[in-house]
């Protein structure tokens, strides 16, 4: 069974730096196909970033690609999501999941989800 935790929520001005961490166990494979989706009060859920290691395919939502960075650890079995520029709009939980299939302009979540993580963008 594959359980995801995320770590690294809070709350921080707008203009600061948060560094949010996914430590996945239970997958059957190596590779690393995990993304980071989030979901603000009274939005739909969106996909932020995704990687898949063994592909080296990596998606960003347009509106943090210039501003996020995600990366993994695959000895660790751990993917970072490196966010800066804060805005308010990035408020939301933010949550870790195993991905179906990802591209350059899209990034399909499978099944298996973390519990999520707070951030708080507000000055």
Known sequence: QVQLVESG????QPGGS?????TVSGLTSDHLRIGWFRQA???EREGVACLATRLGSIYYLDSVRDRFAISSDND??????Q???????DTGVYYCA????????WCD?????GQGTQV???S
């Open 98 to 105: 195993t991905v179906a299939s990802l591209g350059g302009y």
């Open 76 to 81: 660790k079995k751990v993917v970072y999501l």
């Open 41 to 43: 009060p009274g939005k």
């Open 109 to 113: 979540p499978n099944d298996d989800w």
């Open 120 to 122: 708080t963008v507000s």
């Open 18 to 22: 948060l560094k949010l961490a996914c």
């Open 9 to 12: 929520g809070d709350l921080v």
């Open 83 to 89: 966010m800066n520029s804060l805005k308010p709009e």
